[in-house]
């Protein structure tokens, strides 16, 4: 069609207005043109107009059937640019009323007297087991429990566990079983223990010496119910890996730091996991046993956990670096790629159905839409994953961002 070769010319000449009447015309000629309502809304969102393009952007993403990745990238700057607006109303009262409640919490810290259980999934990681188990018995503040469960291991891994725990505090459990799998792992390692905080350790990974005493000071001591760690990545053979040497490594730091740019913690965790593994996290068992333990996924079982748990509990970020994460070339989440990427989208659909239908959270917090507005949908938007979020989800935000941009409650 000439007339939409013509608006998209002067459109690349940044003549905007030459644009946005050439793409009308050929929206009077055929109305559902995606390609021209696409572009429309483009124009409409570079002139500071974001609820026109919002409009025009979500009826291109439907004529598209939602497949043209361009239409929805353009569409969540759209809604981005919407939210952030300063005549849009944010929750400020409510952010207010949430630092106070972190200072309270923080005053009334008291030492942790009570027991804390490690449990330790392992999986071929014969190489470095050995390492993780020796760093519980350099704790300052040593486990009173601690669980092994080898995950049906066929390198060696299980013989070097029973070398390695004659080393280890107390008087270790090890369970040596068929495969299957980490989070089905980690639930039988929580379920043979007795304390009342649990903090899982990868067998590939490891604890600084504080770990356990840092978490027990800032989650357990001030009567959380969980939280998690700053992570420092390490390389196969135990090095710390030095900023801007490896582009994962910088990608987890940049994550991590984005938890300080979101208005609550739990708001963190909407398009991305800043607690990187499920080895930084530590829990009350009682908080696993509400959430029924983790759930079977192959890639995303620790986000998952972590978006349920935000719904039920608030959980600390210790901005100390007190997990070791390593990196290296057998590390379930490296080359998953696509399939990772369609197991997360899944999970965020159903964490969010469950967040949007959440009347009454349980917890004043929790990061839903009915507690946090537009700041709920702006973290979705502004956050480290964006392309996670699928159709429902965009659609739900559309309608909400036009309502709230309209001064109408969401």
Not at 146 to 164: H, K, L, P
Not at 234 to 243: D, K, R, T
Not at 363 to 378: C, H, I, K, N
Request: charged letters at 20%; glycine letters at 8%.
């Amino acid at each position: 069609m000439q007339t939409l070769a013509a608006a998209l010319a002067a459109h690349r000449e940044h003549r905007f207005a030459a644009a946005r009447d050439g793409y009308v015309a050929a929206l009077r000629v055929v109305p559902a043109l995606a390609d021209a309502l696409h572009m429309l809304g483009v124009v409409h969102l570079q002139t500071g107009e974001p609820a026109r393009a919002v409009a025009l952007l979500l009826r291109a993403a439907e004529a598209f059937d939602w497949n043209v990745p361009a239409v929805r990238h353009n569409l969540r700057l759209a809604l981005a640019a919407l939210l952030a607006d300063p005549s849009v109303a944010h929750p400020w009262a409510t952010w207010l009323a949430y630092r106070e409640a972190v200072d309270a919490r923080r005053r009334r810290a008291r030492p942790f007297a009570g027991r804390i259980s490690v449990v330790v999934p392992a999986f071929n990681h014969a190489q470095w087991v050995g390492e993780a188990l020796d760093s519980l018995a350099t704790q300052t503040r040593p486990p009173d429990e601690i669980v092994v469960v080898d995950d049906g291991s066929t390198d060696g891994t299980a013989e070097r566990i029973r070398a390695a725990l004659s080393r280890c505090p107390g008087r270790p459990r090890f369970v040596s079983r068929s495969n299957r799998g980490a989070a089905a792992t980690i639930n039988e390692g929580v379920a043979l223990t007795s304390g009342d905080y649990v903090n899982v350790l990868n067998s590939d990974d490891r604890f600084p010496p504080t770990r356990l005493a840092t978490m027990a000071e800032h989650v357990a001591g001030c009567g959380a119910a969980w939280g998690f760690s700053r992570a420092t990545c390490i390389g196969a053979s135990g090095e710390p890996v030095a900023p801007g040497t490896a582009e994962r490594c910088d990608a987890i730091a940049a994550l991590i730091d984005e938890v300080g740019a979101a208005a609550s913690v739990g708001l963190a965790f909407l398009s991305a996991n800043p607690a990187v593994s499920s080895g930084s996290l530590f829990f009350a068992r009682t908080l696993h046993e509400r959430l029924g333990g983790f759930a079977d996924l192959r890639y995303n079982h620790d986000w998952d956990f972590c978006l349920r748990a935000s719904l039920l509990a608030e959980p600390v970020f210790v901005a100390r670096a007190e997990y070791d994460y390593r990196l290296h070339d057998a590390n379930t989440i490296t080359g998953a790629g696509v399939a990772a990427a369609a197991e997360a989208a899944r999970l965020f659909e159903r964490f969010h159905a469950a967040a949007a239908g959440t009347a009454a959270p349980g917890q004043p917090f929790a990061p839903v839409p009915g507690v946090w507005g537009a700041a709920y949908w702006l973290r979705l938007l502004q956050g480290g994953q964006p392309g996670l979020l699928p159709p429902d989800v965009l659609r739900a935000c559309a309608k909400a961002a036009t309502r709230i941009a309209a001064g109408i409650a969401a």
